[in-house]
């Protein structure tokens, strides 16, 4: 059994490969071993009980992955749909690698975020159209033959998100089209989140501007989205209108570092609408100064949600509740 982080899912999986006992912990910090979860989260957040030799394994490949809320979300619906899989957080430091180790069809699909959106794309066997043309997958599939189908589901939940909250209601676009067409849209960070935000804002008509730290990795990719390119430094003093958008997809802001922003409150002051795909914390310091001045927000749980509904549906074959998938959330 393997400690610290890297070992949790051992301890949650021995019943698959033939263990006959796991360790836990009866109170939450109070741990005689490094990685040791509680027994309240083995059985009600892992579903530990009902794991067998015949249980499909699925995760999040990611770094860091500890703050994902993915394994309440997908464990809660595995058992109201009676499905037998168990769905983990999954610590990789090398895409290549773990897919090498972790090859066998009883890992069956896998969440993918920070940093490993991109390379992960590399890795597949077939990659979906959308997910190529945006050069990043979040979704992996292994099929039965042992080969790995990537698609990406984040530009759908982060798109309609923001499309609902341009527009005040639960449909997202009209019959004149969707409410991002002509606005100045802008993306912050170029990784496989930025990527997808900037496709998916293109796509609805808005123009593009993508800020991020390296303006060599911003000019490639508004090149590849017809927009324009600044750095991160130049955000501040980027206002050549009003009623802007704005979508921060790095990681600026996530715990533990919350009070974080990657731009000033002054400047939130030309965008009518703030998005953050950070989910921990649910509203970010970025998000608060945009109310404070007045901007609509969008929270990352939003996003996480919205690309949730297609995930589970490749991973499982049947149809996303997806009023569950907001219980489930709702105290979040």
Known sequence: MVMGERGLMSRILCPKFGGYLTFGTLEEGKVSAPGQPTIDELISLYNFRSIDADTKVFGIIGKPVSHSKSPKLYNRAFKEDGVNGVFVHLLVDDVNKFFDTYSSPDFSGFSCTIPHKEVALARCDEVDPV????????????????????????????????????????????????????????????????????????????????????????????????????????????????????????????????????????????????????????????????????????????????????????????????QLFRDIMADY
């Not at 796509?203 to 590849?224: C, H, M, P, T």
């Not at 404070?292 to 996003?303: N, P």
């Open 131 to 322: 997910a190529k043309s945006i050069g990043a997958v979040n979704c992996l599939i292994r099929r039965p033959d042992g080969k790995l189908f990537g698609c990406n589901t984040d530009y759908v939940g982060a798109i309609s998100s923001i499309e609902i909250g341009l527009q005040g209601s639960q449909n997202g676009a009209t019959h004149t089209g969707s409410p991002l067409a002509g606005k100045l849209f802008v993306v912050i960070g170029a990784g496989g989140a930025g990527k997808a935000l900037a496709y998916g804002a293109k796509e609805k008509g808005a123009r593009v501007v993508i800020a991020n730290r390296s303006y060599d990795r911003a000019r490639d990719l508004a090149e590849l989205v017809g927009g324009q390119a600044l750095t991160l430094a130049e955000l501040n003093s980027f206002h050549p209108e009003t009623g802007m958008i704005l979508a921060n997809t790095t990681s600026i802001g996530m715990q533990p570092k919350i009070e974080e922003t990657p731009i000033s409150k002054e400047a939130l002051r030309n965008y009518e609408l703030v998005f953050d795909a950070i989910y921990t914390p649910k509203i970010t310091r970025l998000l608060r100064e945009a109310q404070e001045v007045g901007s609509k927000i969008v929270t990352g749980v939003e996003m996480f949600i919205g690309q949730a509904y297609e995930q589970y549906e490749r991973f499982t074959g049947l149809p996303a509740r997806k």
